[in-house]
DNA sequence: GCGTGTGAACTTCTTCACAGCC
DNA sequence: GGCTGTGAAGAAGTTCACACGC
C-alpha cells in the first residue's frame, strides 16, 4: 500500500480522502441500501454510478480510495461496499445529535425520521426560551439551553444542529464548543466562528434558491436575447423544454 | 493568454460566472445587506470577506468577474455591490416558488421567513394527500397536485421545491418539469432525473450528519492512536482536521 | 469478454504576490 | 499609503482510456 496521501491518521481504517469523495460516499451508501432491498446482490460501477447521479469514472476513483472493494469482470458486492462505507464513515453506532432552537424549523427537523434510519439518534432539543422548555417534541423533552453541558456529557454527544434565528446563532455555537460539542450543522444565515478543530456545515434554504435563481436568469436571457427585444414582467420562456412552443 | 470566457449569454449584465463564484454570491449578499444594515457606506475585500467567511483574495477574484466593483485604495461601495449582485443573481424581482409536500419539514418551510427577505414569494402550497387540501398554512391555502399546470401558469412559477417522501419526488418532479418549471430544490433523499434545461439542487439533511460523522470519526482516531501527545487546549482536538497544515 | 482500478491529461478552483490606480 | 484587480503558480477534482485480473 505504497500510497501518496500519507497523512497523520492513515492507515487501512483510515485512508486520507479527498474531501469531494467523502461528500458523495453518503449518496453511495443510500444508493446501495435501496439496492440491497431490491434484492441485488452485486452492482456494476455503471449500475451504482446511474443510482446515485454521478459518472462511473468518479465512482471508481472515489471507492478505490477505500482500498480494494470491487471484483474486475464483476462489479461490487453490495453489502460488502455498505458495510466498507460505513465503516470510514464512522457509522458503526448510531450518534447522538443535540438539536437546539425548536422554533418552525427545528420543530420539523425534531420530528424528521430519515435522521433516524441512516446512522443517527436526535438525544436531545434545546431551546433558550423558557416558554417552550418542558415541552414534548416526538418523545422527548425539551430542555434549557443552560443544561447543554450536563446533556452533551451525559449522552456523549459530539455533533449539534443548530436551527436558531440567526442573532442567536453564533452564541449557540460558542457555548455548544464549550460544553465540547466538535460538529455542528447550523441552518442559521450566517457565518459561525468556530476553533480549529471544530467542524461547521452549514445550509442555508434561501441560498440554494438564489443560486437557481442565477440559473433562471440565464436561461431566461437564453431565450429571449436571441429573438431580439425582451418584454420585462412576463416571460415567455420556459414552458417547456423540447415541447411546443408557446405563442409569445 | 487573454481568459476570455466568452458564452453564448456573455454580455455587461451576462458575465459567464464559474459555478463556485455563484455559489458564494449570495453570502456576500447577505453579508452585505448586514453591513448597510449597520451603516457602512463602504468595505474593504478583507472586511466582507470576513463577514462572508472566506479569505479576501477568493473574494476580490469572485467581484472581478462582475467587472469593475470596487475602487483601488478605498473598498467596495456597499449599496452599489448589492444592487450588481442582485442584478446578476436575477433577483431584481421577487420569484414567485411552488412548495410541493406539506408535510413535517414542509409545513416549516412554508412558513421559513428566509424565502420572503430574501428575493421569493411562496405563491403556492401543493399536496398529494386529498385530505390536506383546503388546509390553511400562513395564509395559503393547499391546493392538490393536480392543480399545478394551472397554479404555475397563473403565478409564472419557474422554481419549485419538493418536501415530499422520498418515493413520490420523482414522479413530482415530473409533473412539475411537464407544468413548466425549470428549477427544482429537492429536500427529499433521492436522486432525481430531468431534462436538460432543468436544474436540480438537493439538500439532504442526513447526508450533511454523515459528512460530519467522517470528521468526528478521524478526530477521535487522532486523539486515541498518536504518541505525539501534545494537547494544546483542551481536548487536544485543536489543530490540524480542516487545515491544511499537514506535516510530512 | 467484462468491468475494475489507475496513471495521465485536463479542467476547475484557490492562493499568491504584486502591478496599477486612487 | 492602501486596497483593488489580475496574471501566474499551485492544488484539487474530474474525465479519459486502457492495462490487468477475474
Redesign the interface.
Known amino acids: 500500500m505504497s500510497q501518496q496521501r500519507t497523512?497523520?491518521?492513515d492507515g487501512p481504517?483510515?485512508p486520507d480522502?479527498p474531501e469531494a469523495t467523502?461528500?458523495r460516499?453518503?449518496?453511495y451508501?443510500?444508493?446501495l441500501h435501496h439496492l440491497a432491498e431490491d434484492g441485488h446482490d452485486t452492482v456494476s460501477s455503471e449500475g451504482l454510478a446511474a443510482?446515485?447521479?454521478v459518472n462511473s469514472a468518479k465512482l471508481r476513483k472515489d471507492l478505490s480510495h477505500l482500498g480494494r472493494t470491487g471484483t474486475r469482470g464483476v462489479g461490487y458486492d453490495v453489502t460488502l461496499l455498505i458495510d466498507q462505507i460505513e465503516q470510514?464513515?464512522?457509522?458503526t453506532h448510531r450518534?447522538a445529535?443535540a438539536l437546539v432552537g425548536v422554533g418552525?424549523?427545528g420543530?420539523?427537523?425534531a420530528?424528521?425520521a430519515?435522521?433516524g434510519?441512516?446512522?443517527?439518534r436526535i438525544a436531545a432539543l434545546f431551546d433558550a426560551d423558557h416558554s417552550r422548555v418542558g415541552e414534548h417534541i416526538n418523545g422527548l423533552v425539551v430542555r434549557h439551553i443552560d443544561d447543554l453541558p450536563e446533556v452533551v456529557d451525559q449522552e456523549s454527544i459530539?455533533?449539534a444542529?443548530i436551527a436558531t434565528p440567526a442573532h442567536a446563532a453564533q452564541h449557540v455555537a460558542d457555548r455548544l464548543v464549550e460544553a465540547?460539542v466538535?460538529?455542528?450543522?447550523n441552518f442559521a444565515?450566517?457565518?459561525l466562528n468556530v476553533?480549529?478543530?471544530?467542524?461547521v456545515?452549514k445550509?442555508?434554504?434561501?441560498?440554494?434558491?438564489?443560486?437557481?435563481?442565477?440559473?433562471?436568469?440565464?436561461?431566461?436571457?437564453?431565450t429571449a436575447?436571441p429573438a431580439a427585444v425582451q418584454k420585462p414582467g412576463?416571460?415567455g420562456m420556459?414552458?417547456?423544454?423540447?415541447g411546443e412552443a408557446v405563442a409569445t
Chains 1, 2 share one sequence.
Open positions: 497523512g497523520p491518521t481504517d483510515f480522502l467523502v461528500a460516499l453518503p449518496e451508501l443510500r444508493a443510482a446515485a447521479g470510514v464513515l464512522g457509522l450518534r445529535v418552525n424549523l420543530h420539523a427537523l420530528g424528521y430519515g435522521f434510519t441512516r446512522g443517527f459530539s455533533i444542529v465540547g466538535t460538529s455542528v450543522l444565515p450566517c457565518v476553533p480549529d478543530g471544530v467542524d456545515r445550509v442555508d434554504l434561501a441560498i440554494e434558491l438564489q443560486i437557481l435563481s442565477f440559473h433562471e436568469h440565464r436561461k431566461s436571457a437564453l436575447l412576463r416571460v420556459a414552458n417547456r423544454l423540447g
